[in-house]
C-alpha cells in the first residue's frame, strides 16, 4: 500500500491483490515480465488495445531508429514519429552517394523514407497486423527531457509528442 494514505491504498487493493497498472506475462518457469501500463494502452478507433511500447521495441531495435514513439489514440491505425540514428543513416546515405545538406533534407529524401519502410516492416514480422506502423514520419531533432518529450528515465511522453508534433501526426491520418 501506500505509506499513510490509506485512501490510495484503499483504492488499489481488491480482493487481497494490488492493482498497480501495470500489465504482464508469466514465463513458464514463473517469472513475471513487465511489459506495458495500462495507462499506456492505445485504442484505435476499432476497439483495438494496442500496447505501444512492444511495437517500439520491436521497431526500435533497428540499427538506423535512435528513438520512436508510437501513436494512434482513436484512430484507426497507428502510427509513428521516428527520430533516425543519424551517424549510422548519414554514413550510409555517403556511401550509396546520396546528396544532402541538412538532417531535413536527408530525412525528406525518397530513398531515406523508402529505406526505413522497408526497416520498419523487416522489425515488425512479430506483431499482430492491427499493431503495424502503418504510417510515420521522420524526425531531424531526438526527443529531449527539456523539450518535454521523454522523462528523467527516458520513457516516451506520448501525449506531449503528440501535441508538439500535432501537424505530421494529422498529416499522417489525412
Same mark, same amino acid.
Given at each position: 500500500?501506500?505509506?499513510?494514505? *490509506? ?13 498497480? /497498472? @501495470?500489465? /504482464? ?6 517469472? %513475471? =515480465? ?5 495507462? @499506456?494502452?492505445?485504442?484505435? +478507433? ?5 500496447? *505501444?511500447?512492444?511495437?517500439? =521495441? ?15 489514440? /482513436?484512430?484507426?491505425?497507428? +502510427? ?21 545538406? +541538412?538532417? %531535413?533534407?536527408?530525412? =525528406?529524401? *525518397? ?12 522489425? +515488425?514480422?512479430?506483431?499482430?497486423? &492491427?499493431?503495424?506502423?502503418?504510417? &510515420?514520419? $521522420? ?8 523539450? /518535454?518529450?521523454?522523462?528523467?528515465? $527516458? ?20
Amino acid at each position: 500500500g501506500y505509506y499513510n494514505n *490509506p485512501a490510495a491504498t484503499e483504492d488499489v487493493l481488491r480482493d487481497g491483490w494490488q492493482y498497480t /497498472g @501495470d500489465i /504482464g506475462e508469466m514465463s513458464e518457469d514463473g517469472y %513475471l =515480465t513487465i511489459t506495458e501500463r495500462k495507462k @499506456d494502452l492505445i485504442i484505435t +478507433s476499432g476497439g483495438k488495445n494496442v500496447a *505501444p511500447q512492444r511495437i517500439e =521495441t520491436a521497431v526500435g531495435k533497428d540499427h538506423y531508429i535512435e528513438q520512436i514513439a508510437v501513436v494512434g489514440e /482513436g484512430r484507426k491505425f497507428v +502510427s509513428a514519429l521516428i527520430v533516425p540514428f543519424f551517424s549510422a543513416l548519414e554514413e550510409f546515405a555517403q556511401r550509396k552517394k546520396w546528396q544532402f545538406e +541538412s538532417r %531535413l533534407e536527408l530525412i =525528406t529524401m *525518397p530513398e531515406v523514407v523508402k529505406f526505413f519502410r522497408e526497416r520498419i516492416d523487416a522489425q +515488425s514480422h512479430e506483431l499482430a497486423n &492491427f499493431e503495424k506502423i502503418k504510417e &510515420f514520419r $521522420l524526425l531531424p531533432d531526438d526527443f529531449t527531457l527539456a523539450g /518535454g518529450e521523454i522523462t528523467p528515465t $527516458l520513457k516516451v511522453k506520448r501525449n506531449n509528442i503528440t501535441a508538439k508534433y500535432r501537424d505530421l501526426v494529422e498529416e499522417m491520418y489525412a
